[in-house]
């Protein structure tokens, strides 16, 4: 953030939400019960019914898609699944996967060639967190 507004920082290209920056402080129960979506200013840090969630490190450190096979790369963008793996858990907002569903083989291999190009960034991104509603009775529940 600047005096001007948002910048762009290249330096942090495709390298997810900051590891270090704390989840959006907002009241989470509200927003999740309402079926609202909050997202952070730089759009790396999604809430909703689904909980909280984080945009990848998808630059080419061992922390982002490093390690990750070409094939890893089609599954996720073809199936939507964490990091490629069939059976996986699914990909979360703010990855729109389907999007890219339909391209062609050749085109999602020149997407990871092209990621893999860039200069790799360490950043662990957090794992997502659970709905804060997960487990509990509905409002309703127990009313005559």
């Known amino acids: 953030m600047t005096p001007k507004g948002p910048v762009v920082d290249n330096s942090l290209a495709f390298s997810g939400h900051p590891a270090n920056v704390p989840p959006p402080d907002i009241d989470r129960?509200?927003?999740e019960s309402k079926g609202l979506v909050v997202t952070t200013p730089d759009l790396?840090?999604?809430?909703?019914?689904w909980g909280i969630s984080?945009?990848?490190?998808?630059?080419?450190?061992a922390t982002g898609?490093?390690?990750?096979?070409?094939?890893?790369?089609?599954?996720a963008l073809r199936e939507g699944k964490?990091?490629?793996?069939?059976?996986?858990r699914s990909l979360l907002p703010p990855m729109p996967w389907?999007?890219?569903?339909s391209m062609s083989d050749d085109e999602i291999k020149a997407i990871f060639a092209y990621l893999k190009s860039l200069k790799?960034?360490?950043?662990?991104?957090?794992?997502?967190?659970?709905?804060?509603?997960?487990?509990?009775?509905?409002?309703?529940?127990?009313?005559?």
Not at 98 to 101: D, H, L, M, R, T
Request: proline letters at 17%; aromatic letters at 10%.
């Open 29 to 31: 129960k509200e927003v």
């Open 44 to 49: 790396t840090a999604w809430v909703g019914p």
């Open 54 to 61: 984080y945009a990848a490190n998808i630059s080419p450190d």
């Open 65 to 75: 898609i490093g390690n990750w096979q070409e094939s890893n790369f089609i599954t």
């Open 82 to 88: 964490y990091k490629g793996m069939p059976g996986g």
């Open 98 to 101: 389907e999007f890219f569903k």
């Open 120 to 144: 790799p960034i360490s950043n662990l991104v957090p794992q997502p967190s659970p709905p804060v509603l997960a487990g509990q009775p509905p409002p309703d529940a127990g009313k005559k």
